[in-house]
């Protein structure tokens, strides 16, 4: 029986000033069928689906659906076709129950029945095979809780057509396998589902045909069984890329950075890193894995004097000398003044790492501006070092004097990275560094980081993807609510042990929170 | 956004980020914008009292500059609205929004004008205009200091908090005056004997040079000094201040110091320099204004020189053109606002553009 198109996008047309987002794209997806739409940030994958969402408007170009041409101009048009996007960053009201935000903006002149909604929510629940409680609140959820209810929030509305926005970004290994068997009784329900990813072996695994977007145009269609990730990776990027990352032997490691039982509590007072101890080293690269928000940020502000410890130490040990350092209570100045050679990639590059409406050589200054008696800032020495960087790292920028937020992810990340190792480390703090960024950019800051380890530096590597942490580290630290759960080598361990310890409850109290114990 | 609602309707126009503009872009922009509020503001004159509004905008230049006296007029005036606007900067370029100018001004101009009254005939001038000099700014500084202390530590709301701190300065003054002016009047007799210096005959000169020097401090102070830039790294992140070590109390409050200073200074030149006396009045409503010209001038004391001509200039006018017309004053500060309306809007116009909706291809 053939299939019928359920969605279907003629040439789309969007530009944002000179950007041109999406060059005249063609999609179409079939009734009771999983499409991927796979291409590089910055692709226009998103851009493209916001359009059929409502949230922008196409240039030029038509949306038909169900043969139909149809205008959809606001979320609420999109709603009245069916169609539901479930996007990244998740638009829940914290202290309402599920129930309550999936109703949320639901106008029938009618007043609420909780009850009777609650029965409905169940019922979609028992058929998809969610596991969700409707009166729990949005705040005590977990994150892929907090998933479950937008996309019920798109069921409930009666959304046939389901368009999600990387949904496994925030998922652990069997949590992503938990939604991808839901999004597969959907598709058997007859749901258009549309998921929007660049992970190559999801794609592989959960659709039935996978479209790829080169630079804002559509450059193929492919059925899923019919390719692999080789070709899906040359379509993508328009050429063959090695994708192996290459990792040696750690050579003359010496311990570098010992933290001894450090805890610290947030602003609430609840503990966000609990007895925390291991040892970074010389020469090798340190992973640490878990899911978002495990205290990973906290670990890395507390070594650069950033957060505040309750208890605990860590000791660093000079490179020359070997001479120990206790850094803890200690500012980053202080730190720095200790002679320690720590550098830091955080995770918000744009509003931690850097000063988005600076240019590049005052970017560089943040860290050298305070050499010196002067009075007055030396913009020279910055500027070589802008550059330097320009040129080494092939920044694409017009030149040093350019702000740093009209430049690409890719590029901002290699104007912090390249400050970061120009302050020549002993110790290389890395947060989520490829998160954002294309493919080839990637490739230069696994290479930059490898770099570093093998001139003796001893790298802290915060990671999402469990493949590439298990590719680039010697070691990997999994930390789970605040807590370590395991330190595994990198060599030796597989994927599903990693996403183990990533969700091992480790105490009572997190039972008692609700997270599912797998 | 404006879209046409009505449904099957493709959106007639949107609105689009405009990338960088060329400066040449920018300057066509505002040359239309301000073309654009004249013939508006004319049409807007014929039709409220049916004057010639070319007569009008001649008086508005006759105002401002009719005469030798009202240039200086305009050039005083202009100093000391600079002045002002340059105290507020630092602070707003911290993101610390400090509307207790008006405040720090008033609590400067009232300590010298005790020092007049009560060292005046007790000290040779120089060294009575030094004691004046260092008891404003001392007061400015005060006035200054504690909200940004209370920010620093505990994270108080600047703007409350500057904005109270108006009403105690300005009811300070009121008190000082009810103790202090024994005939009932209200009004303090001005000690022009302890004033500062006219230059030639002019006594404005002085305060011009003065502004002028500030303004060229205050602009190498934010763009070359480190603590300049520290202020910009406060202001833009101040987390990212706190990843590269930055103290960001010991910025904030030495940033506000610096502000009550240049505040301090500001009464100095009003009392000291202009009117020889104060009334609650003396700061006249500055103190806000300033803050205008700063964010016109996105905080570059250069641009600041044209952003406060060009509302001196107005105000000038404006009161010319009542006299001129016998029109209440009302009408001369319509024309004011339209005017400051379209210069004001046409920032919009520079980082937006407008996109009307393309004909539909007539390929299916």
């Known amino acids: 029986?053939?299939?019928?198109?359920?969605?279907?996008?003629?040439?789309?047309?969007?530009?944002?000033?000179?950007?041109?987002?999406?060059?005249?794209?063609?999609?179409?997806?079939?009734?009771?069928?999983?499409?991927?739409?796979?291409?590089?940030?910055?692709?226009?994958?998103?851009?493209?689906?916001?359009?059929?969402?409502?949230?922008?408007?196409?240039?030029?170009?038509?949306?038909?659906?169900?043969?139909?041409?149809?205008?959809?101009?606001?979320?609420?048009?999109?709603?009245?076709?069916?169609?539901?996007?479930?996007?990244?960053?998740?638009?829940?009201?914290?202290?309402?129950?599920?129930?309550?935000?999936?109703?949320?903006?639901?106008?029938?002149?009618?007043?609420?029945?909780?009850?009777?909604?609650?029965?409905?929510?169940?019922?979609?629940?028992?058929?998809?095979?969610?596991?969700?409680?409707?009166?729990?609140?949005?705040?005590?959820?977990?994150?892929?809780?907090?998933?479950?209810?937008?996309?019920?929030?798109?069921?409930?509305?009666?959304?046939?057509?389901?368009?999600?926005?990387?949904?496994?970004?925030?998922?652990?290994?069997?949590?992503?396998?938990?939604?991808?068997?839901?999004?597969?009784?959907?598709?058997?329900?007859?749901?258009?589902?549309?998921?929007?990813?660049?992970?190559?072996?999801?794609?592989?695994?959960?659709?039935?045909?996978?479209?790829?977007?080169?630079?804002?145009?559509?450059?193929?269609?492919?059925?899923?069984?019919?390719?692999?990730?080789?070709?899906?990776?040359?379509?993508?990027?328009?050429?063959?890329?090695?994708?192996?990352?290459?990792?040696?032997?750690?050579?003359?490691?010496?311990?570098?950075?010992?933290?001894?039982?450090?805890?610290?509590?947030?602003?609430?007072?609840?503990?966000?890193?609990?007895?925390?101890?291991?040892?970074?080293?010389?020469?090798?690269?340190?992973?640490?894995?878990?899911?978002?928000?495990?205290?990973?940020?906290?670990?890395?502000?507390?070594?650069?004097?950033?957060?505040?410890?309750?208890?605990?130490?860590?000791?660093?040990?000079?490179?020359?000398?070997?001479?120990?350092?206790?850094?803890?209570?200690?500012?980053?100045?202080?730190?720095?003044?200790?002679?320690?050679?720590?550098?830091?990639?955080?995770?918000?590059?744009?509003?931690?790492?850097?000063?988005?409406?600076?240019?590049?050589?005052?970017?560089?200054?943040?860290?050298?501006?305070?050499?010196?008696?002067?009075?007055?800032?030396?913009?020279?020495?910055?500027?070589?070092?802008?550059?330097?960087?320009?040129?080494?790292?092939?920044?694409?920028?017009?030149?040093?004097?350019?702000?740093?937020?009209?430049?690409?992810?890719?590029?901002?990340?290699?104007?912090?990275?390249?400050?970061?190792?120009?302050?020549?480390?002993?110790?290389?703090?890395?947060?989520?560094?490829?998160?954002?960024?294309?493919?080839?950019?990637?490739?230069?800051?696994?290479?930059?980081?490898?770099?570093?380890?093998?001139?003796?530096?001893?790298?802290?590597?915060?990671?999402?993807?469990?493949?590439?942490?298990?590719e680039l580290c010697d070691r990997i630290l999994v930390i789970n609510s605040g807590k370590i759960t395991g330190i595994v080598d990198g060599r030796t361990a597989v994927k599903d042990e990693i996403g183990l310890l990533m969700t091992k409850s480790t105490s009572l109290e997190e039972d008692a929170d609700g997270k599912e114990v797998q | 956004m404006a879209t046409v609602q009505k449904k099957q309707k493709t959106p007639l126009i949107h609105i689009v980020k405009r990338p960088q503009v060329a400066w040449y872009h920018s300057i066509i922009v505002r040359a239309v914008a301000i073309v654009a509020a004249l013939a508006f503001s004319g049409i807007v004159i014929t039709l409220l009292i049916g004057e010639n509004p070319l007569e009008v905008y001649s008086s508005i230049f006759d105002g401002a500059f009719g005469t030798s006296r009202r240039i200086w007029n305009l050039l005083q005036s202009m100093a000391m609205l600079l002045c002002i606007s340059l105290a507020v900067t630092p602070a707003f370029k911290m993101r610390f929004w400090n509307i207790g100018a008006e405040g720090q001004v008033l609590i400067g101009g009232l300590a010298t004008v005790i020092v007049m009254m009560f060292l005046g005939d007790k000290l040779p001038l120089p060294l009575l205009f030094l004691v004046m000099t260092a008891a404003s700014i001392l007061a400015g500084i005060v006035w200054a200091f504690i909200p940004a202390f209370f920010k620093a530590m505990w994270n108080t709301n600047e703007t409350l908090f500057t904005l109270m701190m108006n009403y105690v300065a300005i009811q300070l003054v009121a008190y000082f005056l009810k103790v202090f002016v024994k005939d009932g009047s209200g009004a303090l007799r001005p000690m022009s004997e302890y004033g500062f210096p006219a230059i030639g005959d002019n006594q404005f000169i002085l305060n011009i040079i003065i502004v002028a020097a500030l303004t060229i401090a205050v602009y190498i102070y934010l763009k070359f000094s480190k603590q300049g830039y520290e202020i910009s790294v406060v202001g833009e992140s101040e987390n990212t201040a706190k990843y590269i070590g930055i103290n960001v109390k010991k910025v904030i409050i030495r940033t506000l110091i610096i502000s009550g200073a240049l505040c301090g200074i500001a009464g100095l030149l009003l009392v000291g320099g202009t009117n020889h006396t104060i009334n609650v009045e003396t700061a006249g409503g500055r103190g806000f204004t300033a803050i205008m010209v700063s964010w016109l001038a996105k905080f570059n004391p250069l641009y600041m020189v044209l952003t406060t001509f060009l509302i001196v200039f107005l105000e000038k006018g404006a009161s010319q053109v009542s006299t001129d017309f016998r029109v209440p004053e009302d009408i001369s500060n319509i024309i004011t606002g339209i005017i400051l309306l379209f210069i004001i809007g046409c920032e919009f116009f520079l980082q937006y553009k407008v996109v009307f909706r393309k004909t539909r291809k007539e390929n299916d």
């Open chain 1, 1 to 470: 029986m053939a299939k019928k198109i359920a969605l279907e996008c003629r040439s789309i047309t969007k530009t944002f000033g000179s950007v041109v987002a999406n060059n005249n794209c063609n999609l179409e997806v079939m009734q009771g069928e999983i499409l991927a739409i796979l291409g590089e940030n910055g692709s226009g994958k998103t851009t493209l689906m916001n359009m059929v969402a409502g949230i922008y408007f196409p240039d030029e170009g038509q949306i038909l659906i169900d043969g139909e041409e149809v205008v959809i101009s606001s979320p609420k048009d999109a709603f009245n076709y069916k169609i539901g996007m479930i996007h990244q960053h998740f638009k829940l009201v914290d202290v309402f129950t599920a129930s309550e935000n999936i109703v949320l903006g639901i106008d029938d002149d009618k007043r609420f029945n909780m009850k009777a909604v609650n029965k409905k929510v169940i019922e979609i629940t028992q058929r998809y095979g969610f596991i969700i409680d409707p009166e729990k609140r949005i705040c005590d959820m977990s994150v892929s809780e907090k998933q479950t209810v937008e996309i019920l929030k798109v069921l409930y509305r009666g959304a046939d057509i389901l368009i999600l926005d990387e949904p496994t970004a925030v998922l652990t290994p069997q949590e992503t396998e938990k939604l991808f068997s839901i999004l597969r009784r959907m598709r058997d329900d007859g749901k258009s589902i549309i998921i929007i990813t660049h992970k190559m072996h999801e794609v592989l695994s959960i659709s039935d045909r996978v479209a790829v977007l080169r630079k804002g145009e559509h450059v193929a269609t492919v059925n899923t069984p019919e390719t692999n990730e080789a070709e899906l990776t040359e379509l993508m990027m328009g050429k063959k890329i090695d994708l192996n990352i290459k990792r040696s032997e750690p050579k003359n490691s010496k311990d570098r950075l010992v933290v001894s039982n450090i805890s610290s509590v947030n602003e609430e007072g609840r503990p966000v890193l609990d007895n925390i101890s291991f040892t970074a080293r010389s020469g090798e690269i340190l992973g640490i894995a878990g899911i978002a928000g495990s205290g990973q940020r906290e670990l890395l502000e507390a070594i650069a004097g950033l957060h505040k410890l309750t208890d605990g130490e860590i000791i660093y040990y000079t490179p020359e000398e070997n001479k120990p350092e206790n850094l803890r209570d200690k500012t980053p100045i202080q730190i720095r003044d200790l002679g320690v050679r720590l550098s830091f990639v955080p995770e918000d590059r744009l509003g931690m790492g850097l000063v988005g409406n600076m240019d590049i050589i005052d970017n560089m200054m943040l860290r050298s501006y305070r050499k010196g008696h002067s009075f007055f800032l030396k913009r020279r020495e910055p500027k070589n070092l802008a550059d330097r960087i320009i040129k080494d790292l092939e920044v694409v920028t017009p030149n040093a004097n350019t702000p740093v937020r009209n430049l690409s992810g890719g590029n901002v990340q290699k104007v912090l990275v390249g400050r970061e190792i120009a302050a020549s480390p002993s110790v290389l703090m890395a947060a989520y560094p490829v998160r954002g960024l294309d493919v080839n950019s990637s490739y230069t800051i696994y290479n930059l980081l490898n770099n570093q380890k093998e001139n003796g530096v001893a790298v802290i590597f915060v990671g999402e993807d469990l493949d590439v942490l298990l």
